[in-house]
């Protein structure tokens, strides 16, 4: 099996607080990440496949196309976006790096597999900071509740 790994970046802002509870709550467990005027952070998502090399090609999968695909699943969405405002696929969730990864891993695993059946993803990793990073494979994911902290905002035109 061969590993073939793409790295992508992201601006977004976002803010972890949970409104069933109190500001002192939420500022005693997110600290100034429960900023009321939020903050932001220059992410990296490192997009892990696998597969065997085409024999015609000797490739797993064209570097190109798995960027277009990380891009246009995920990049496209959240650069320069509020993530918990702007993201219709976070919407109402609270916008920690875990929950993050698995709603990445969500959108990619199925968009992998349609556009390359021979490749499948393995792993996720997404650095928020130089000492703050989550990893993820996958796992679990049938036990994970699609909880919403609230309603998202839905914007009504007439």
Known sequence: MVYICRRETFNASHKLYNPNWSKEQNEALFGVCANQNWHGHNFELVVTVKGMPDLETGMVIDYKVLSKIVRREIIEKVHYKNLNLDVDFLAGKMPSCEILIIEFWKRLAPAIQQES??????????????????????EGLEHYQDLRLQEPNVVKQD
């Open 117 to 138: 059946p021979r490749t499948t993803l393995h792993h996720l990793k997404l650095v928020e900071t130089k000492n703050n990073s989550v990893e993820y494979m996958g």
